[in-house]
């Protein structure tokens, strides 16, 4: 007996400068950015990883009359500590071994324009000093200069960690923390926005369709049942590399369950201690939370920077009661 299958559905997307949703949530965040693009505010992007911080960010800049200015962006979690004084706020011939020549820095390249922070919560609290000057006086200081240089930039940050949080365990700067945040900006995590996994998921398949020479027009019943069911950690990211697996082992004009990465089909991949001890800390992250939160678990999610939903699906996941 043929399996039923799910054909695209009329669905009514908004696109907003690449980013497509069904969401109210994040109509509203659409409205917002336009709003904020008019001014020069800085901003604080929230969101887990793969929900489209970047897009946002650009979208701002892109928006706003900046926009024919540089946008420069950095992650600011891969930055060493030796560097990154360097990396943002440029140098001076002779600063340090290997200092060359003069070398200007992020800040001053990106000028006029717009300077987006990715993974802000990670900088050192060295950097946080620095950069906290850079925002109140409007100038940087070239490592191994004492002179000062104006500089006019933007400030666009994004974490996937409450500030909030950071700030309560001492890693990150509460003078700062005001700084950056003016316009704090929430990213529900794709299982949020449930019509959204459908929309995208049609979206992409259309994208690979153009693009590659398979070309699917269904998803059979059990597949498209895995994809619902699926609680997408990467969010849109891990969405879009789904389908292109998908599209890139399998064959014919269906999706079937087998054509769908591991993790969907609800096998767990092989366990390595990694994996293990990376579960474990992230265990121990929410026991601290809950402790400091005295147990309250609206508070405990704050810190962790996590919606209630998400913690109590982590407490479930834990056994901890
Ligand atoms: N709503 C959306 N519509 C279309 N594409 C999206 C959407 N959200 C994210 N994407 C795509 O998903 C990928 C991840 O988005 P992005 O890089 O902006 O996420 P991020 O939040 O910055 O992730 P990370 O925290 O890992 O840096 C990108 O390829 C982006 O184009
Ligand atoms: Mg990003």
Redesign the pocket.
């Known amino acids: 007996m043929a399996n039923k299958v799910h054909r695209r559905p009329a669905i009514k997307t908004e ?1 907003f400068h ?4 069904t969401s109210d949530q ?1 109509r509203h965040v659409f409205e917002l950015l336009r709003r904020i693009a008019r001014t020069d505010g800085t901003v604080l ?1 929230r ?12 979208a701002v800049h892109n928006l706003s009359r900046r926009r024919k200015q540089p946008f420069m962006a950095i ?1 600011c979690a891969t930055l060493t500590p030796e560097l990154a004084a360097s990396e943002l706020f440029g140098h001076r011939k002779g600063a340090f071994t290997g200092a060359v020549r003069d070398r200007r820095g992020l800040f001053a390249a990106g000028n006029r324009g717009t300077v987006f922070l ?2 802000v919560a990670e900088l050192s609290l060295d950097i946080q000093a620095r950069l906290l000057r850079v925002l109140q006086e409007r100038t940087i200081v070239p490592v191994g200069s004492t002179d000062p240089v104006k500089v006019d930039v933007r400030l666009l940050s ?1 974490t ?1 960690r409450s500030l909030r949080g950071e700030v309560e365990a001492r890693r990150f700067r509460e003078d700062l923390m005001f700084r950056v945040r003016v316009v704090p900006i929430f ?1 529900p995590p ?1 299982r949020e926005r449930p019509g ?1 996994v459908t929309a ?1 998921l049609w ?1 992409f398949i259309d994208s690979f369709n153009e693009r590659d020479y398979r070309r699917v027009t269904a998803i059979d019943d059990r597949a498209y049942e895995a994809i619902l069911a699926y609680h997408w950690p ?4 891990e ?2 590399n789904a389908v292109e697996y998908a599209m890139t082992i399998g064959e014919g004009t269906t999706i079937t369950l087998d054509e769908l990465p591991p993790e969907l089909r609800g096998e767990h991949p092989p366990r390595s201690d990694a994996v293990v001890s990376l579960r474990e800390e992230e265990r121990q992250r929410v026991l601290q939370a809950l402790r400091q939160a005295q147990g309250k678990k609206g508070k405990a999610a704050e810190i962790l920077g996590v919606n209630r939903t998400t913690l109590w699906r982590k407490l479930r996941e834990f056994n901890i009661t």
Do not use: Y
């Open positions: 696109t690449g980013i497509i949703t994040m992007i969101g887990e990883t793969g929900t489209g911080k970047e897009l946002v960010a650009r992650n990715d993974e994004a996937h990213l794709l959204d995208l979206h990467g969010n849109v990211r969405l879009h």
